[in-house]
């Protein structure tokens, strides 16, 4: 990203927050569910959402300064990414994940960022995933939302890898199970075990019941920072959204743990917010490895040329680091040696 210049751009960052919650206010008005079957005026659209049509007004005037709406003729529409991501019921909506998970949660702990980045959190404060799962509630909502916002990213992945030949996956950390039911559905000879916490393992199995997959997918309830002995014989090894939220220092037994459960050239994916090594960016990468300190302080900022040594060194080969997400998050892919 270039270097900001000018004091706009810093109001621009210092106003964000207020970008954040006319997105998350909108999401739970419906705004862009009422404005799929074509454009409103305020009135209108206050009317369909149970809001005063100055106020509909003012926050329609906002989307559109956001671009997250257009206004012609004092009639407002979805903008093509509000169309396609933010509307319930189309096939990449993640606006469950944006409001519940990001809004509800994830926006919250960030105000414990400066304590964190101090080492001063209090005792009852969240330091670890561990923590926020503890209560059922929580791994519910953040369960829910996150397996909405993963499916997106499981389609894309099952559509960039063949596993066609793959018969054992290990999930780890793997949550309710969008990773494991989109590659299962994709290749129906494989069968996935997920690495997750009780809380979230509960969920899971919901939702693993409603795809009819309980055959081919079962859960090891715990958390796989402290599993010394990983399921082996696996063909495959995932880690989606795992390591930016685990300790640094945990990271190199993770590894040596995964390279021990697969077979000889077994293939590890890991897909998580990845900066490039120049620690230039992407500027969304590097803001969420800076909320999830917020709330797992001990976690590393991961870079695609520190992932892709560590890989090696634990005896890895033919990796290979590229974006996946767009400007949001890589995937790392390498062979256990034959």
């Known amino acids: 990203m270039a270097?900001?210049?000018?004091?706009?751009?810093?109001?621009?960052?210092?106003?964000?927050?207020?970008?954040?919650?006319?997105?998350?206010?909108?999401?739970?008005?419906?705004?862009?569910?009422?404005?799929?079957?074509?454009?409103?005026?305020?009135?209108?659209?206050?009317?369909?959402?149970?809001?005063?049509t100055q106020r509909a007004l003012t926050?329609?005037?906002?989307?559109?300064?956001?671009?997250?709406?257009?206004?012609?003729?004092?009639?407002?529409?979805?903008?093509?990414?509000?169309?396609?991501?933010?509307?319930?019921?189309?096939?990449?909506?993640?606006?469950?994940?944006?409001?519940?998970?990001?809004?509800q949660q994830m926006y919250g702990l960030m105000d414990q960022l400066v304590p964190a980045l101090k080492d001063e959190l209090p005792e009852d404060a969240v330091g670890s995933y561990a923590d926020w799962f503890s209560d059922p509630e929580e791994a519910r909502l953040y369960s829910d939302s996150q397996h909405a916002g993963s499916l997106g990213p499981a389609r894309a992945l099952a559509r960039r890898v063949d596993l066609?030949?793959?018969?054992?996956?290990?999930d780890?950390?793997?949550?309710?199970?969008?990773?494991?039911?989109?590659?299962?559905?994709?290749?129906?000879?494989?069968?996935?075990?997920?690495?997750?916490f009780?809380?979230?393992?509960?969920?899971?199995?919901?939702?693993?019941a409603e795809a009819r997959l309980e055959?081919?997918?079962?859960?090891?309830?715990?958390?796989?920072?402290?599993?010394?002995?990983?399921?082996?014989?696996?063909?495959?090894?995932?880690?989606?959204?795992?390591?930016?939220?685990?300790?640094?220092?945990d990271h190199a037994a993770m590894f040596a743990a995964a390279e021990r459960a697969l077979k000889p050239g077994g293939r590890i994916f890991v897909h998580d917010f990845i900066v490039e090594g120049s620690r230039r960016g992407p500027h969304l990468t590097a803001l969420w490895q800076l909320q999830h300190?917020?709330?797992?302080?001990?976690?590393?900022?991961?870079?695609?040329?520190?992932?892709?040594?560590?890989?090696?060194k634990t005896g890895f080969t033919e990796v290979e680091v590229a974006p996946m997400i767009p400007e949001m998050t890589m995937l790392a892919e390498a062979r256990k040696a034959a």
Not at 174 to 188: D, E, H, M
Not at 198 to 208: C, T
Not at 218 to 224: F, G, K, N, T
Request: proline share 4%; glycine share 10%.
């Open 3 to 52: 270097l900001a210049t000018e004091a706009h751009e810093i109001s621009d960052i210092a106003f964000g927050f207020m970008g954040s919650k006319a997105l998350f206010a909108a999401i739970e008005l419906g705004i862009f569910d009422h404005l799929a079957a074509g454009a409103l005026t305020a009135e209108e659209l206050g009317e369909q959402a149970g809001v005063h």
């Open 59 to 103: 926050l329609l005037t906002a989307l559109a300064g956001l671009g997250l709406v257009d206004v012609s003729e004092g009639r407002f529409a979805n903008s093509p990414a509000a169309a396609s991501f933010l509307v319930k019921g189309q096939r990449y909506d993640f606006s469950d994940y944006l409001q519940l998970q990001v809004g």
């Open 164 to 170: 066609g030949n793959a018969r054992r996956m290990l």
């Open 172 to 196: 780890v950390g793997g949550g309710t199970g969008a990773f494991s039911i989109t590659f299962c559905r994709t290749f129906p000879n494989l069968q996935s075990t997920i690495v997750d």
């Open 198 to 208: 009780p809380n979230v393992a509960a969920v899971g199995r919901e939702k693993i």
């Open 215 to 249: 055959e081919r997918i079962r859960y090891v309830e715990a958390d796989a920072t402290g599993l010394p002995d990983w399921p082996d014989d696996q063909d495959v090894v995932l880690m989606s959204y795992l390591l930016s939220g685990v300790p640094g220092e």
């Open 293 to 312: 300190t917020a709330f797992t302080p001990r976690a590393a900022s991961l870079d695609a040329e520190g992932l892709a040594d560590r890989l090696e």
